[in-house]
């Protein structure tokens, strides 16, 4: 059986993700290795899900570390000293949903190899070992001091701007906005206790839900505003103008610092090719940027959603650094200028709520085979169609019952045509 998606395993609590789900893939992951360090973000049913994991693991002999609530970044970061790590979140969807992500010693979270074998031993679960071999529990209290003092070792502690951050009592608040402080910012800290319920807006960092953040930045005349989601694994923001810095503005302005070699997923614009020396288009999904990062040996990876990977720290996606890298580069450079300067097309998106969203989408591809060169067609992750004046993109989401639609064009004109032909192919097959 399939359990997890682009992002980890991920599902509404106490239907797809519950107790009896979370002690088999503890079992699965127990069996794997020695020592585990497991942490979870401020979702209320976080510790019903982490002690189910915790059995499963202990069962096979395999020790466990507790981090606490932490950041996911927080905690792939501290996984260097473990075997595995395993993180308790539903990063940016809603209140209602947990999962987990498993990651590698070198940041790295688990593979397609590695899931395959997880899912294997979730649908036949190993034995347990004797009373006598059981795992032992530890407390590991020192994540975010070690996340934090590496961020600080990097970037240095003299930046006088003021920065306005919006937790959105996620797991961010428990260290975005100090390392932020002690890197000399004035820090004003939004939505900063942590609350897994979100009561101050959805976790998921889009426009709508951070006007707060954009009012604040412009009536306190703060120099930049940032944006976290449920685990801190993303950031978006706006410049000092109250421009939104969304995932395709900060992808461009990330790629633009690191010119050599970036490596992005097929969702990402075609501004970036204009801006590096060599890109590597990818799957979408943080596994497989990182993976191509530490195959390609490229500078810098990221994703339209707001995640980006910096190799140099971790190949996780880690928001907290972005922050901080975010940051520092607002005090050597104009970012509402440079941001201005970037190439820019119009894009679109959409979805549509689809239940065999996997069986449409093999019809789909037969579809584009029949009707385009296959020169003009990209089958990478889900379907990419290139034309003269852009592009568009029809996949099937990783994480919940959905095909989404991506375009991006020169002009208007020929995005509204592409994003069209795209739609009017899916309402034909599901009516």
């Known amino acids: 059986m399939r359990y997890f998606g682009s992002s980890g395993i991920r599902g ?10 979370s002690m088999k893939i503890g079992k699965a992951i127990g069996s794997l290795y020695d020592s585990v360090v497991i942490g979870k973000d401020p979702r209320p049913h976080g510790g019903m899900i982490e002690t189910a994991l915790i059995s499963g693991v202990l069962s096979q002999g395999c020790d466990v570390y507790r981090a606490g609530m932490v950041s996911t970044p927080t905690l792939a970061y501290s996984t260097r000293r473990f075997d595995c790590g395993i993180m308790v979140t539903a990063s940016h969807n809603t209140a209602e949903y947990n999962g987990v992500k498993l990651w590698n010693p070198d940041g790295r979270s688990f593979d397609t190899d590695q899931m395959e074998l997880v899912e294997r031993l979730i649908d036949e679960p190993p034995k347990p070992v004797s009373w006598d071999e059981v795992g032992k529990i530890y407390a ?190 607002a005090g050597e450079i104009d970012i509402s200028k440079k941001v201005e300067e970037l190439p820019e097309y119009p894009r679109k998106k ?36 290139e034309y003269d004046e852009g592009w568009g993109l029809i996949r099937a989401s990783g994480t919940e019952p959905k095909i989404r639609l991506t375009a991006e064009a020169k002009d208007e004109s020929s995005l509204t045509s592409i994003y069209g032909d795209m739609k009017n192919k899916i309402q034909e097959m599901v009516r």
């Not at 509404?12 to 789900?21: A, G, Q, Y």
């Not at 993303?234 to 992808?251: C, H, I």
């Open 350 to 385: 959409g979805g549509f709520h689809v239940d065999g969203r996997y069986k449409l989408m093999k019809k789909l591809k037969n579809i584009y085979k029949e009707d385009l060169d296959p020169e003009r067609l990209n089958f990478v992750d889900g379907i990419r169609i």
């Open 140 to 329: 590991h209290r020192t994540s975010i001091e070690d996340h934090k003092d590496e961020i600080l070792n990097i970037f240095g502690t003299d930046h006088d701007l003021k920065v306005i951050v919006d937790c959105a009592n996620g797991a961010g608040c428990s260290i975005t906005p100090y390392i932020l402080q002690e890197m000399g910012c004035q820090v004003v800290a939004l939505n900063s206790n942590p609350d897994g319920r979100f009561p101050a807006h959805d976790p998921e960092p889009i426009e709508d839900n951070l006007q707060d953040l954009k009012n604040t930045v412009l009536d306190s005349g703060a120099d930049l505003g940032l944006a976290h989601d449920g685990d801190a694994d993303r950031l978006v923001g706006y410049d000092k103008e109250g421009r939104f810095l969304g995932g395709d503005q900060l992808l461009a302005l990330f790629t633009s610092q690191f010119s050599k070699k970036v490596v992005v997923p097929v969702n990402s614009s075609m501004v970036i090719e204009e801006l590096a020396e060599e890109v590597v288009r990818t799957k979408v999904g943080d596994v497989f940027v990182a993976e191509k990062i530490k195959e390609e040996d490229a500078q810098f990876g990221g994703e339209p959603s707001g995640t980006w990977i910096f190799p140099e720290m971790s190949y996780a996606p880690d928001a907290v650094y972005a922050a901080a890298f975010l940051v520092n580069l």
């Open 12 to 21: 509404i609590v106490n239907e797809k993700v519950d107790p009896d789900l």
